[in-house]
């Protein structure tokens, strides 16, 4: 009974801040409440007994994912009304999606699959049983195809993203050491001469 309650308690509080990640203008504040949104997700998990999942959870993305987001939202000058412009004319694309999404999710819930035995969550379980252990196991045998597609993908976008930061096309203010070097005195300095102002 009382895991129940701190089942739909942590679940409550993953919903209304995942609805606020996408409600709130300030990104600030949207950044905040998806790490909130974390912590619920990391909660729920260890109610399922995947303490593994959940300590990685936490300093994977709310240590270092969300500390970096952070810093970029509040580094950055992003124009808020130039963001705002395009909110009512892609409203009904995102209501559309979203309710397909519910739809999605409910027949997926509602269905027999997750019935079965094999997916019941064990309540006695041995001495030396290890949640790392098992998911290592079964994330590098059943699923060791998917997870190197995962990491080929990974791979391909951090080269796409290093490729288009050193782009030559990007204009930077940067100088050639070489350059500033052979630079004279009078391309440094110009001496500009002004009549002088009477005080009155």
Do not use: C
């Not at 270092?64 to 892609?90: C, H, K, S």
């Amino acid at each position: 009974m009382i895991e129940q309650l701190v089942f739909y308690l942590f679940g409550a509080v993953l919903l209304i801040s995942a609805s606020m990640v996408v409600i709130m203008r300030n990104p600030v504040h949207a950044a905040l409440f998806l790490v909130l949104a974390f912590f619920s997700s990391a909660a729920i998990w260890l109610l399922l007994q995947a303490e593994f999942l959940a300590i990685a959870l936490v300093l994977v993305y709310v240590g270092a994912v969300m500390v970096l987001f952070l810093f970029v939202v509040m580094m950055l000058d992003i124009n808020l009304v130039a963001l705002r412009e395009g909110f009512a004319r892609y409203l009904p694309i995102g209501l559309t999606i979203a309710i397909l999404m519910v739809i999605a999710m409910g027949l997926v819930v509602s269905s027999d699959y997750f019935v079965g035995d094999e997916f019941l969550v064990k309540r006695t379980l041995a001495d030396d049983y290890s949640n790392t252990r098992e998911l290592g196991l079964t994330l590098y045998t059943e699923y060791l195809f998917q997870f190197e597609v995962a990491g080929a993908i990974l791979l391909v976008a951090i080269i796409a993203a290093i490729s288009l930061s050193m782009s030559k096309l990007k204009i930077t203010r940067s100088k050639e050491p070489g350059d500033q070097v052979l630079v004279k005195k009078e391309q440094r300095l110009r001496i500009v001469k002004m009549k002088a102002e009477k005080s009155s």
